[in-house]
């Protein structure tokens, strides 16, 4: 099975493995995205070099390093012990840096278009940013005003999205900032990422509905403390960052446990196993809710010596799921393929990411034969047998490996540019076809 065939230029489908038994399998997955490149931004911010061991190597974590190199940042690569590239050495921008123009291409990733402009605003220049052109659809007003609101000079065109250029005068006094973070919990990591180097701090107040994602909020707040830098997020909706010294380190990335879930999802929809070794006892990302959305699908989710293993059950039993955000689009996978009737709420946000994931959601699997349907903050998805067809990615990472998580338990499903999986795991189409092997293994084994 080739990673993406070609034809005159342009992609074909993906034609999606279809397991003929239960997949029994052991995973190793890349590291994480959300934490490679909060570190990357801390990396660039440090009082000296820091190195990043085992990091993630993809599209999102080129960008951020591509854009941190055009704020004078030096990164380079360096033989390590990770099984899915080198590690990387990250020396500083110097605080005089004078810039002149620059350009930063932010591509389709959140982070490099929310997390970069504060930093840049540290710089002394003109910035412009800009990305594909479904980037320019994500909310960016949250960052633009944020932007504003601490004094800094900035064009978008009255669009408040991307493209925009801001002019950085080489510090930020920082202090009490409000915004609105209702429509991406990055707008807050992307301020507290910066605001030790701010001249006052940063006292930061969200106004408006809950922040979606407040696992990943966490995650910022625990990777700022590892790195010596004050935070206190002891009330509600406010983040206190004194200013100080971000510490230079040298630490060991976990893998990215919301890019395990597809792998794991394989257990249930083919009655298999899969394994995970090297998963944290604690961790902060997300995707370590896997252990209970999985069980509340019928499957059996054991840990033991920092492996997790996952059984599915007899079928895939549907549930009433909240908040499983990026897990989102697995998890309807899987609800797609039960036997009863999921309700999936609190992800509503998910319409701002990299497409409206949960209108493409419900188009996807009704065109294979499902019953979805929108809600307010999420989706219903009741039984129904699905058929073969082209699920279409939109340009969605975590679409694509949705609908190769469908393929498995569906003959003759087809995946529209299974590539864009490069955006946060390049390797995507090869450990997939891992399972598959074990799948054919498994039934042949069976068979005689």
């Known amino acids: 099975m080739t990673e993406q065939a070609s034809v005159g230029g342009k992609s074909t489908h993906w034609p999606a493995p279809f397991a003929p038994g239960p997949v029994d399998a052991t995973v190793y997955v890349p590291a994480s995205k959300s934490l490679t490149n909060r570190y ?28 941190l190199r055009a704020l004078g940042a030096r990164v380079e690569e360096t ?17 005089d840096r004078e ?19 504060p930093l840049a605003a540290l710089c002394t220049g003109t910035v412009t940013f800009d990305g594909d052109p479904q980037a320019r659809k994500r909310p960016m007003g949250s960052t633009i005003d944020a932007l504003r609101g601490l004094g800094i000079r900035l064009e978008d065109g009255g669009n408040r999205s991307l ?3 801001l002019a950085a005068s080489g510090g930020v006094d920082g202090g009490h900032l ?18 030790a180097r701010f001249g006052n701090g940063l006292h930061l107040e969200h106004s408006g509905q809950s922040v979606p994602s407040l ?19 002891s009330r509600q909706n406010h983040w206190v960052v004194r200013p100080g010294l971000i510490r230079a380190f040298d ?22 196993t899969v394994r995970i070794p090297g998963w944290p006892e604690e961790t902060t990302q997300v995707g370590d809710k896997w252990r209970s959305i999985l069980a509340q699908l019928g499957a059996t989710v054991s840990y033991e010596n920092g492996t997790l293993t996952v059984t599915g059950g007899p079928e895939i039993t549907g549930a009433q799921l909240a908040d499983t955000s990026e897990l989102a689009p697995t998890t309807a996978a899987l609800c797609a393929l039960a036997g009863s009737e999921s309700r999936l709420t609190g992800i509503a946000h998910l319409r701002g990411h990299e497409t409206d994931r949960l209108a493409a959601l419900v188009a996807e699997i009704n065109a294979l034969g499902g019953d979805a349907e929108e809600t307010d903050d999420g989706l219903i998805i009741r039984p129904r047998p699905l058929h073969g067809g082209v699920f279409h990615s939109y340009e969605d990472h975590r679409m694509a490996t949705a609908g190769a998580i469908i393929g498995l338990a569906v003959e003759g499903v087809e995946v529209e540019d299974i590539g864009t999986t490069a955006k946060t795991m390049p390797e995507f189409p090869r450990l997939w076809q891992h399972l598959f092997e074990t799948s054919v293994r498994q ?6």
């Open 40 to 67: 990357l931004v801390l990396a660039a911010l440090a009082d000296g070099p820091s190195r990043l061991r085992a990091p993630l190597h993809s599209r999102d974590s080129v960008l951020m390093i591509d854009a």
């Open 215 to 233: 696992d990943h909020v966490a995650m910022t707040v625990a990777v700022l403390r590892s790195v010596g830098v004050e935070v206190d997020d």
């Open 99 to 117: 810039l002149g123009e620059t350009r930063v291409d932010c591509g389709l990733a959140g982070t490099v278009m929310r997390f970069v402009p």
């Open 443 to 448: 039934s042949e084994a069976g068979a005689l």
């Open 251 to 272: 630490v060991t990335v976990e893998q990215d446990l919301s890019n395990a879930g597809p792998f794991l999802a394989a257990a249930l929809a083919t009655k298999g």
């Open 163 to 165: 493209p925009f250029t």
């Open 178 to 195: 409000v915004i609105d973070a209702g429509a991406s919990s990055q707008f807050v990591s992307a301020l507290l990422l910066v605001g």
């Open 79 to 95: 033989p390590g012990e990770g099984r899915f590239g080198p590690d990387l050495l990250v020396t500083p921008i110097e605080q």
